[in-house]
């Protein structure tokens, strides 16, 4: 059975930073990418950022390019969110998620409905 487990957020003064990792078990993954994905209540799932399993290819949704990096450890399982230069509007409850399906072209890893397996989620809130 496949678990994903969100680790690392917490509270932070605007400007700040915080690392969320996401650990994967349950299946060794070859394909396809893992994400990250953030939910303010009454608002729908958005698009953060989501790495292939090779490692080679990283996307990011334009509200968090040059402030967020993902990367992930092969061996672990384990795929990194650094955060930086936090904003109030980025509080919100973040997600990773599994979608195994390989990705061609532009737009890929950002519509929620594709992704496979979800962890719980965790609380990042910034204050101001």
């Not at 969320?20 to 060794?28: E, K, V």
Request: with cysteine.
């Amino acid at each position: 059975q496949v678990q994903l487990v969100e680790t690392g957020g917490g509270l932070v003064q605007a400007g700040g930073s915080l690392r969320l990792s996401c650990a994967a078990s349950g299946r060794t993954f070859t394909t396809g990418a893992m994400g990250w994905f953030r939910q303010v209540p009454g608002q729908e799932r958005e698009f953060v950022a989501a790495i292939t399993w090779s490692g080679t290819t990283t996307f990011y949704a334009d509200s968090v390019k040059g402030r967020f990096i993902i990367s992930r450890e092969n061996v672990e399982n384990t795929v990194f969110l650094q955060m930086s230069t936090l904003n109030p509007e980025d509080t919100a409850l973040y997600y990773c998620a599994v979608d195994e399906n390989d990705c061609q072209g532009s737009g890929c890893y950002v519509d929620p409905t594709e992704f496979h397996y979800w962890g719980r989620g965790v609380a990042v809130t910034v204050s101001s």
